[in-house]
């Protein structure tokens, strides 16, 4: 079946029967485990280290410790690597430290015959430290006298931005508001943890198997770290239990690598616990942000602005970058005004943060959208006319990056959305009621783009081989996490070469030492970067076979056409002039003219276009037990084109039912003090479960995308990025009460009801 169509996912059987293997289920013979030892503080330095009891525990091969690992500064972040030395990122980490960064910081690993071991032999490691003070704000951060976590000191980077007269349009406003918000640190929660292996084939290569997002890119930083040539490491991904960002850092390859090395070439497995990944993986930013925004008395937004505090944690991982991007992401959803946007990223003791799903879009757009409701209330304007008179149009332009907007369907989101939803009704209904329990309708927008340039690199490569049979393998080095990429991959192969999808099957591992380049599954970039090379290639490889059958023939090529799977005339569709079979196997094996068909192209893509769209909610908040119900909620998208519908609406829900936890339950709790991590489980860190969760509802405009390959925009991430302000909105409408800090749990529920008296 076409682009377009609800079929299957290609990996729904392997998935749910058990069928699919993961990193976890591949072992080798002789394989050894490998576990770190982790500092029970948030900050300080190894004054004494003995590994002596831990070396002389039966089953260990071996303890290595800060002082046995390479000297070579790292970055781990999963970016496209840059020409210019001034946009790389970030070397700060050694694979182990003696001076500790943060709660569960590695200064020392074990290697031994079996996980027990090595878990036994850990607590053997004695190691002593010096306390230094702990940082986790950005006031203790960038305070003169704040003890440097780095040797460049505590603020990692800061920039601003400002488009048109910001000083001018504030003047001219009407009325002018601003508010402090503020966005907590999420854990991933992926099903499969972080997990990794390597072993040594021969003494210049190193293979590792990893559970990553970026094959390609770990395998830079893997020989960044080890100071070898880039291709004596080879990385393999198999099937992967889901990332959302944090497996688009370069985690645990490293040391795999590193302690295969030392160990003769053998095998060496790294698999973090649940709670290593909370303290030692990566977690979402916290922002804390300033916002302003004028407004006229007709509704019109004028300006806005957003002051942004990103907190990183003890390593820059993607830095500020995260703080960054957003500033590029939501200029697209009021883009007919004065914009300032200014920014920092600071290091504490927190655990490391990195990229997770929205990359900044959530945490920036809670401020936006938050501050434009509060101006539709200001004002006395239903909140979805607000937003209608002031969103995108088709060729309204981003006002940092200029950018045109070629595919614009925000309004009839919010249109559609309205009438779907019944807001008119609901929010009537809303505004006439009093009582312990109180509903509320809430709405709220969101733009994000569809790759990363031009701040990275976006180059997709992919290679087509048919078999004997026709049926095709298409093998690309983009990487199938969860969202369903294989399935539309093989869709659009099959859309051009006009076969059955079915003949196309989709290689899903990916090995760098093969497999076409990619940089790999981020930034919501895939299907629309990846497109670009399978059109090209598909369409070199359905020449091909044209070729073949006019020579076959002896008919001219340009007469001829595939359709379904066969050779037909063009202007006679339904005469078939040979099933593809019957031209494979004379293409493999004519003495004469035969050659097996295969291509492959690369594409570089210079486009950005933007994704919108918008969700509408409604709540029912119990006053006396602080409880949040949900209702109802409707999320609506223009991703231009939808290439599957059946998967497209999977990401959806999955995106929404993260927003919601991310809105209404998940916080790592950090003691101020210590900087140790408190809930570092899933028993205690609370995330929605199907109880949790209503009837996630969502439909999609169609507004065809003209930069696109085959239509499409970004879909992986924008799921994600407008439940949380929309849900806010919804609480302040039932209770009156205005919640600027999510999550809006039940405890932080209450403390603002008891401040308003109404508790």
Request: charged fraction near 20%; include cysteine; aromatic fraction near 8%.
């Amino acid at each position: 079946m076409p682009v377009g169509s609800p079929i299957l996912r290609v990996d729904a059987q392997a998935k749910v029967t058990g069928k699919a293997r993961y990193t976890d289920d591949l072992t080798m013979l002789g394989m050894r485990f490998a576990k770190y030892v982790r500092s029970p503080i948030a900050h300080g330095k190894v004054k004494r280290i003995d590994i002596s009891k831990a070396a002389a525990y039966p089953g260990v091969d071996a303890v290595f410790t800060y002082e046995d690992v390479p000297g070579f500064l790292f970055p781990t972040a999963g970016h496209a690597y840059s020409l210019d030395p001034a946009k790389l990122d970030v070397a700060d980490r050694y694979l182990l430290t003696n001076h500790v960064r943060h709660h569960g910081d590695a200064v020392a690993i074990v290697v031994a015959r079996d996980q027990l071991t090595a878990e036994q032999a850990v607590e053997l490691v004695e190691v002593e430290y010096d306390e230094l003070p702990v940082i986790t704000t950005a006031e203790q951060a960038l305070a003169e006298d704040a003890y440097p976590l780095h040797p460049g000191g505590n603020l990692l980077k800061q920039h601003s931005i400002v488009t048109g007269d910001l000083e001018r349009a504030f003047a001219e406003s009407d009325l002018v508001l601003e508010g402090d918000y503020h966005t907590p640190i999420h854990q991933h929660c992926h099903m499969e943890t972080v997990i990794s292996y390597a072993y040594m084939e021969k003494e210049d290569h190193i293979i590792i198997v990893s559970s990553t997002q970026i094959p390609h890119i770990v395998r830079r930083v893997v020989a960044t770290s080890l100071g070898i040539p880039w291709s004596h490491v080879c990385v393999i991904k198999p099937y992967l239990g889901g990332g959302f960002g944090c497996k688009q850092d370069v985690l645990e390859e490293p040391m795999c690598a590193f302690l295969t090395m030392k160990l003769g070439g053998i095998p060496v497995k790294i698999e973090l616990t649940r709670e290593e990944c909370f303290t030692a993986s990566r977690t979402r930013h916290s922002f804390d942000i300033k916002g302003k925004m004028g407004v006229s008395r007709d509704g019109t937004i004028k300006a806005y602005e957003l002051d942004v505090k990103s907190n990183t944690g003890g390593y820059a991982s993607h830095g500020h970058s995260i703080a960054s991007a957003a500033a590029n992401k939501i200029p697209y959803i009021y883009p007919r005004l004065a914009f300032g946007y200014k920014a920092l990223t600071f290091y504490s003791n927190l655990p490391n943060a990195g990229a997770m799903r929205g990359y900044g879009a959530p945490q920036a757009t809670f401020a936006l959208e938050s501050l434009v409701e509060e101006a539709a209330q200001k004002l006395g304007m239903d909140s979805v006319d607000f937003r209608l008179k002031n969103v995108a149009q088709l060729g309204d332009c981003n006002p940092v990056n200029k950018k045109e907007i070629k595919s614009c369907g925000i309004t009839e989101c919010l249109t559609r959305g309205r009438e779907m939803f019944g807001w008119d009704k609901r929010r009537a209904a809303c505004l006439a009621q009093s009582g312990p329990i109180r509903r509320g309708v809430g709405v709220a927008c969101f733009s994000y783009g569809s790759n990363t340039y031009p701040a990275g690199v976006e180059v997709s490569g992919a290679r087509l081989v048919m078999n004997q049979d026709a049926t095709v393998n298409l093998q690309v080095s983009a990487t199938e996490i969860g969202q369903g990429a294989d399935t539309v991959f093989g869709q659009m192969a099959a859309d051009v070469l006009c076969i059955p999808d079915t003949w196309v099957r989709t290689i899903s591992t990916q090995d760098t030492d093969v497999s076409p380049f990619d940089p790999g599954a981020f930034a919501s970039r895939q299907s629309y970067v990846v497109g670009p090379a399978i059109l090209e290639a598909a369409t070199l490889l359905k020449e091909k076979i044209v070729a073949h059958a006019a020579l076959m023939s002896g008919q001219p090529a340009r007469n001829l056409t595939i359709r379904d799977g066969k050779v037909v005339y063009i202007s006679r569709p339904d005469y078939v002039l040979y099933e593809m079979p019957q031209v494979v196997m004379n293409a493999y094996y004519n003495q004469d003219q035969g050659t097996p068909f295969f291509a492959e192209a690369s594409h570089k893509t210079r486009t950005n276009p933007p994704s919108f769209g918008c969700t509408f909610v409604e709540v029912e908040v119990d006053i006396p037990l602080c409880k949040v119900t949900i209702k109802d909620i409707l999320n609506l998208h223009d991703s231009g084109r939808i290439l599957n519908p059946q998967t497209a609406e999977g990401q959806v829900q999955g995106g929404m039912g993260m927003a919601i936890g991310g809105a209404l339950f998940e916080e790592m709790l950090i003691d101020a003090k210590t900087g140790v991590v408190l809930n570092d489980n899933l028993l205690d860190y609370k995330f929605p479960t199907i109880l949790d969760l209503p009837d996630l509802q969502c439909s999609f405009v169609d507004a065809h995308e003209p930069q696109s390959a085959f239509g499409n925009k970004s879909l992986g991430e924008p799921p994600i990025i407008s439940p949380g302000p929309a849900l806010r909105n919804a609480i302040w409408m039932a209770t009156g009460v205005k919640i600027d800090e999510l999550p809006i749990t039940p405890k932080r529920l209450y403390e603002h009801l008891a401040r308003a008296g109404l508790i």
